[in-house]
Each structure stands twice: as C-alpha cells, then as structure tokens.
C-alpha cells in the first residue's frame, strides 16, 4: 500500500516537470560558457514564500512545497535530479566603465524546464553560494534584498512588464556580512532565460570571437526561433532586441520604476527586467530621482534611463560586430543601423504609453506637448507620481468646474487648473467618454505599486520572524490595477518618516 504522507513513496517535486532535452539547454553550451558549479548547502532552509501561480504554469505541484525536500533544494542544499547546476561568465559596462569579467557570482542555474504551459523555463537560485565567478565575494545573499527582489518581480509581472519572475523565497539563520551582519535567503528565480548583454561582451573584449556564434545560435534557436532560418538572422535577431530594449524602456518610465544599476550585465537580452537591487518605484515625482544611494552621479536617475538603455545597445552592439559582418566597416554600418531604430521604437512605444496613462484613444501631434505639460506640474510640485495618474480618472467633461478628486493630488495648482483646460478641451475633442476613459485609465494607471516603504516593512517585520508582510504585499500586488479597500492604506504616500529610505548595492 502506498500512503501519500509517505516521504519515500512521494514523487519527488522534480519529477513532475521534464527537463528540456540537453541539445536545448544553455548549460550545453559547456565549460568556456557556463561549468558545472555546485552549490553550498545552507543551514536550517524555511520556504518563506512560494509562488503558487508560477509552479502551477510551470508543472510543479504546488503541494510539492510542503515537501521539506522542497525548501532543501530551493536552498541549493540538493541538486534537481539529472541537471549539475551551472554558473556562467559575463562581463559589463558598470556605470560606464568596462570590467572584463563578472558572472554569476552567487546565482547557479539549477534547471531547465519544458514547462506545463509549453515554454522553456530556466531556474536560477540566487544566493546558492561561491563560483568560479564570485571574486571576493561570499556568494551569498540576504533577505533584505532577497525580499526586494521576490515582490518586485511579482509585482512587474502583474503590471505587465517584462521580467524575471521568482518562484520561491528560502531563509536560513546563516550569517552573512555586509554593513553589519545580516541573515542568509535564496530567492529562486525564473525566465525563458537569463542571457545578459555581458554575456557577448566578454568573449567580444577577450578576443575570442568564435565564441559569440554559439552563444547567439542558441540565443536565436531557443528565444527568436522567427529568426533562425533568415541569413540575414543575426541582424534580424539583435534589431528585435534593440527595439525589446526600447520597449522595456518605456514601460519602466510609465510606471516610475528606477532600476538602479542598469549596467550592461544586468540587461536581459530578452528585454526583460532583470536584477532587483537598490530599485525603487518614484512616490514624490521628481524627474531626476536617482534611487540607488550609491549612484552619486545620477548615472541612473529616472530621466536617464531610456538613453541608457540606448547606450547599453550599442554597447551590445559593439560586441556584436563580428557576427554582422567579416568586414569591420560593413559590419559598424549594420550596427549603426540597427541602434538607430531604438529612438523611434522607444518614442513610439512612450508616447503611446503616456497617451494611454491620460486617456487618450487617439493620438494626435500637440498630445506630447500636453503630456509634458502635465509631468512638469507633477516634477514641480512633487506629486506622487502613481497617485497623480490613478486619480486623473476622476476627471470629468461634462463640467469645467473645478477636477474634484484629482486636486488634491497635485501641487502646483495654478499650472494644473490651467493644463485641465486643454485637457478637457482634447478629451472633447475625440468625444472621449468620462466612464469608459476611467476603466482604461484604471487599467493601466496601477492603485498600487511596490513603494519602497512598504517592502522595508516587511522586511522589518521578517528580520522579527514574521512572514505575514510578505505575503500581504505579494497578494496585494498581483492585483496591482483593482482597487481593493480593505488595503486602501497601501495606496497611501509614505508617511514622511519613512520618505527617504536608503537602498544601495549591498545586497
Ligand atoms: P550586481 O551589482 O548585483 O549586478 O553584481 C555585480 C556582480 O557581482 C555580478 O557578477 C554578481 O554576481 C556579483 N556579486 C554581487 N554580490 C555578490 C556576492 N555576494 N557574492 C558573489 N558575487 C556577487
Ligand atoms: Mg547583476
């Protein structure tokens, strides 16, 4: 007889879900890419978070994380069955400057997955220990910034923009150093894949460029397989991750989100937002808002963000060159080429966006000049930046009275009363509807976002041994768009003790 709470005769979480066949998988790209590394068991791993959603797409029985195997290999303490984990080597542009050699530091890729629905997921834990790529690093992480990066990738997700996702959120009583001392946690995280532009920019800058073909064969066969078959595909291939580039862009300036440290190995050839650190989403709008304490530049202030983007593609590019062309000249007109598409495909995608934020169906040649104008009375008066566009809904037409609801939010009242002026006036214009526009707006303006003050609290109340926080944020963030009263208060401006919370690149 066979008892389901028979450990023995439970099949192992692992087994539910085929790994992809090796000839698919990034870890065959072999040693010179991504060697076999083994993780470094954690002592006493808890599951402090699981992402039931996720397991469920992917194939993996949500019951399987009840098993205490479960938290032991979303620890790293036990390999999934057939796959040795692999840590592979990049390089980067790191606020400006080259470093020719980074890599998963404290990341080991520990499965690659045909998942339920039909994709290929990779699954990566990050803070699993030492590689060959860790530096003088410990390769750990701590849940300070393991919390951060599990609710912002859940919380991008269900704002609809492209990112890693994360599966599961593992804490050990293990010490790590840092400013003081502070408590291990692994995060496993999940995406198609997890190339970086770095990726190419170390075999490009090592002069080894017969390496960059198989990198970005399997790159194309796996991820742009529309591509794969063109002879012209390499091309085809790197101007859809330019305009990916410019896309992603746009949705991180539509929704106030400040990455941080947007160097070149922590931008995703896929175009998805990847490596959550001193991230930050704006409250107050200030269009210069650098939100990683350490970037006393302002490299990555919230305004620079799409010209960076802009300049890490030609950095790609550049490491690219080789693959476009065997002649060096032809070769930098095709790059030149392919990096001027990124301007218009990110004004396209922005304006878009910013129409869509204030509610206009169409769009027409004096609609950026007065999407500006409304960003400069929100930059002037420090407006909170979800606030201001949540409660622009409120709005109506069918009055000129004075924008209830939505005063309150702003500031600079003078210039606001003069901009709903026109406002009306273009809503008018193209008959716009006061309720229908509301439902859209609503859709894409979100209630809620991750703000900085909310997730320091969980964490808080983490480091005292409680979950609850957690949890409350990731359900509350799933539904990002959908008013949900009974946490009305997590819609709320950081109350001003809490307004200028620090977050810099220790993590
Ligand atoms: P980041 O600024 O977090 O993108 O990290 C830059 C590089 O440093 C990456 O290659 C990371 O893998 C590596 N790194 C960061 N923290 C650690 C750590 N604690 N141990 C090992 N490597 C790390
Ligand atoms: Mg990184």
Redesign the pocket.
């Known amino acids: 007889m066979t008892a389901v709470s028979d450990p023995a005769a439970a099949p192992r979480f692992d087994a539910a879900v085929p790994l992809l066949p090796p000839a698919r998988r990034f870890a065959a790209l072999g040693d010179d890419y991504a060697p076999q590394t083994a993780t470094t068991p954690l002592p006493e791993p808890s599951l402090l978070h699981f992402n039931q959603d996720l397991a469920l797409r992917i194939g993996l029985d949500p019951q399987a994380a009840r098993q205490a195997e479960f938290a032991q290999a979303m620890a790293g303490n036990r390999p999934w069955s057939g796959y040795p984990p692999v840590s592979s080597v990049?390089a980067?542009h790191?606020f400006g400057v080259f470093v020719p050699q980074?890599?998963?530091?404290?990341?080991h890729l520990v499965a690659e997955l045909q998942g339920r629905d039909g994709a290929r997921w990779e699954l990566q834990l990050k803070?699993g220990g030492?590689?060959p790529?860790?530096?003088f690093?410990?390769?750990?992480?701590v849940l300070r910034s393991s919390i951060r990066e599990y609710l912002a990738s859940e919380a991008k997700h269900a704002l609809g923009i492209p990112t890693t996702r994360a599966l599961s959120l593992v804490g050990s009583p293990a010490p790590v150093r840092r400013e003081t001392i502070e408590s291990a946690a692994v995060v496993c995280r999940a995406a198609p894949g997890f190339v970086r532009f770095g990726h190419f920019e170390f075999f490009y800058y090592q002069g080894r460029h017969d390496r960059l073909a198989p990198l970005a064969d399997h790159v194309l066969n796996e991820h742009f397989p529309q591509f794969a078959d063109r002879p012209d595909r390499y091309a085809a291939w790197l101007a859809e991750v330019v305009e990916g580039t410019a896309r992603l862009m746009a949705r991180w300036q539509a929704v106030g989100f400040c990455h941080g440290?947007m160097?070149t190995?922590?931008f995703s050839i896929l175009g998805l937002t990847i490596?959550y650190?001193p991230y930050g989403f704006i409250d107050a709008f200030d269009a210069h808002h650098v939100c990683n304490h350490s970037d006393e530049g302002g490299r990555y202030a919230y305004d620079q963000q799409p010209m960076i983007g802009h300049w890490n593609c030609s950095r790609l590019l550049q490491a690219c060159l080789p693959l476009l062309a065997a002649q060096p000249e032809q070769a930098v007109e095709i790059a030149q080429s392919l990096l001027d598409r990124y301007p218009p495909a990110y004004a396209e995608a922005m304006t878009r966006a910013w129409a869509d934020k204030i509610g206009l169906r169409e769009l027409r040649p004096e609609d950026p000049e007065l999407i500006n104008r409304y960003l400069g009375i929100l930059h002037r008066g420090h407006s909170d930046f979800t606030r201001s566009f949540r409660h622009l809904s409120r709005l109506r037409t069918d009055t000129d009275g004075p924008a209830h609801g939505v005063r309150d939010e702003i500031a600079d009242l003078a210039g606001f009363d003069a901009w709903t002026v026109d406002y009306r006036a273009r809503l008018r214009a193209e008959n716009s509807n006061d309720a229908e526009r509301a439902t859209r707006m609503n859709a894409v303006n979100p209630k809620y976002v991750l703000r900085n003050h909310l997730v320091q609290r969980a964490i808080e109340q983490a480091r005292q041994g409680s979950h609850g926080e957690i949890d409350t944020l990731f359900r509350l963030l799933r539904r990002p768009f959908d008013e949900q009263p009974e946490l009305e208060r997590y819609a709320d401006e950081p109350p001003v003790a809490e307004r200028h919370i620090e977050v810099s690149?220790s993590?």
Do not use: E, H, K, P
């Open positions: 990049y980067g790191q980074l890599g998963d530091g404290r990341a803070g030492q590689t790529w860790s530096r690093a410990d390769g750990r992480a440290v160097n190995d922590n490596d650190g690149c993590s």
